[in-house]
Every structure is written in structure tokens, then in C-alpha cells.
């Protein structure tokens, strides 16, 4: 797949109660009280499988993400009706369902709110997701991205 361009697709000014049709977008939020509820083996391949489903995303797109065991982050395109208030929640609500129905309990996964930051025009999104994918590394999780399974990028498929 090829990289996306930043600067075609995103506007320069940004509200987050706004539609942000093309917007890209540097998103991450943690789990309920940084817990580590990722380092459960079945429940981060819960979580994985979510952020893939269809239903999630409708028209909007994520470009890549990668979850820790206390956080995810991701690097979405907005489309459509989606602002990212909704599409995060929605992405949230669908992983935690998928994460409690794995763990056998119900309650809330993640922290409300999230980090959110607007990629500019001028920067390169394929350095935002080597950055993001990185994560696992710069924390210590594992030597090289390819030993870590909990994270994914568009430019793969």
C-alpha cells in the first residue's frame, strides 16, 4: 500500500467537535487505572481482533496502531460523519466488549478521555507510524518490532 500523504489529506486548523473528513490523527488512550490488562495474552488478541473490526471504523481508516499493556496508540484518518470523539469511543466500546467477553466480566477497560494531536501537512506519516510501532522497543517489551504481535500498520497490507 502506498504511504499516505499528510499534506492532501489533512487541514491545517482542526476542531475536535468537528467533522474531520481526511484529518489524520496521533491518537493514545490507557487502560482503567493503568492497569496492565494486555500483558494477558487472551485478552490483548481480544482487544487486536477488535480494532480490525469493520464496524468500527465504518468509512474512517487506521493507518497503524500498536497496543502495550497499559495503552494503546494509533495513528487514525477520519472519514465520513466521524468525529474523533465518536470514533474513539466507538473503537473503545468494541474493544472492551471483545476484552470482557474474553475475561468473563464486565466493567470498564479504558481511562475516559485520550491524547489526540493533528498531523500536520508538512509531516511524514510513515515516520509517525515507525514511531508508534517503535513503542513496544523504546518501552523494553521486546529487542525489534517483529517479536512484538500486538501491533499493525496499513502500509503491510
Known amino acids: 500500500m502506498d504511504t499516505p500523504s499528510c499534506a492532501a489529506n489533512v487541514k491545517p486548523d482542526r476542531r475536535c467537535d468537528a467533522l474531520g473528513e481526511g484529518r489524520i490523527y496521533r491518537v493514545d488512550f490507557a487502560t ?57 469511543a466507538r473503537l473503545k466500546a468494541v474493544a472492551a466488549g471483545s476484552v470482557n467477553l474474553a475475561a468473563g466480566r464486565s466493567g470498564a477497560v479504558w481511562a475516559r478521555g485520550c491524547h489526540e494531536r493533528a498531523v500536520r501537512p508538512d509531516e511524514d506519516c510513515a515516520a509517525i507510524a515507525r514511531e508508534i510501532v517503535r513503542e513496544p522497543v523504546r518501552v523494553g517489551l521486546c529487542r525489534r518490532v517483529g517479536e512484538y504481535p500486538f501491533w499493525d500498520a496499513s502500509w503491510l497490507a
Open 32 to 88: 482503567l487505572d493503568h492497569a496492565r490488562t494486555f500483558a494477558d495474552w487472551t485478552l490483548a488478541c481480544a482487544a487486536a481482533r477488535a480494532f480490525g473490526e469493520t464496524r468500527v471504523w465504518r468509512t474512517s481508516q487506521l493507518l497503524c496502531w500498536a497496543l502495550l499493556p497499559d495503552r494503546w496508540h494509533g495513528l487514525v484518518r477520519l472519514a465520513g460523519l466521524d468525529s474523533l470523539p465518536i470514533l474513539v
